[in-house]
């Protein structure tokens, strides 16, 4: 399995989405969609071994969380605004309480709670905190396996919009000293993981 929190600072928790101001009045939503799609969506299918989860921080009111989940999604395209049309339809329903997931769309959950809670769910798999600032998230004297087996059995990777990720959970680990896009970074570490490439935990 492997999973991607992002951390949405800014991004709308609650109500109408603006599907036309995603980067503006949705408080960067757009970098979120393009997260979620990157993590979740291949050339031409999604990827089954993956959940996602969204953390909206900008309010109005308390975080949000939503999670996708690879193995069970429908309707889920590679159009930004598809995703974006997702996300509204679950943000304006009422937020639901720490602890419960409901299910707005074929895959996708909406729930309460922050990072904190994501953490505890995800206890089964190693936690590794990008950030360009930390070791080498790859062993670089290694040789690629012939038979590229996936390393991990559960790894789950925390990840920021365009703000700093204030957290120390997770091992820190980089993908090289330049700061990219955050759907970049993750399109790196399915690479990694996919080549069956040594990791650096
Ligand atoms: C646009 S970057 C955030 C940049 C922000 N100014 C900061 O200081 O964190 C979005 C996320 O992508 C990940 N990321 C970007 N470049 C990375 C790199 N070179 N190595 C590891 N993670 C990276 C980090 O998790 C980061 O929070």
């Not at 999670?67 to 679950?90: C, D, N, Q, Y």
């Not at 090289?176 to 040594?198: R, S």
């Amino acid at each position: 399995m492997r999973r991607f929190a992002v951390i949405g600072h800014r991004a709308m928790s609650k109500g109408k989405l603006p599907l036309n101001d995603l980067a503006g009045g949705a408080g960067r939503m757009d970098v979120l969609v393009r997260a979620v799609m990157s993590a979740l969506l291949t050339s031409h299918g999604l990827r089954e071994n993956v959940e996602v989860i969204l953390h909206l921080q900008g309010g109005p009111g308390p975080h949000r969380r939503l999670k996708f989940v690879g193995t069970e999604l429908r309707g889920f395209h590679a159009e930004e605004r598809s995703v974006a049309g997702l996300i509204a339809k679950a943000i304006r329903e009422p937020l639901p309480a720490i602890g419960q997931w409901i299910e707005r769309t074929p895959g996708l959950y909406d729930g309460g709670g922050q990072l904190s809670h994501t953490l505890k769910e995800w206890n089964d798999s190693t936690i590794v905190r990008l950030d360009a600032n930390g070791e080498r998230l790859w062993k670089q004297d290694c040789t690629i396996p012939n038979d590229s087996t996936p390393n991990h059995q559960s790894i789950a990777f925390l990840l920021s919009d365009d703000q700093p990720l204030e957290t120390e959970e997770g091992i820190a680990r980089s993908l090289g000293t330049t700061w990219l896009q955050g759907h970049h970074a993750i399109a790196i570490c399915h690479f990694l993981l996919d080549e069956g490439v040594q990791l650096n935990l």
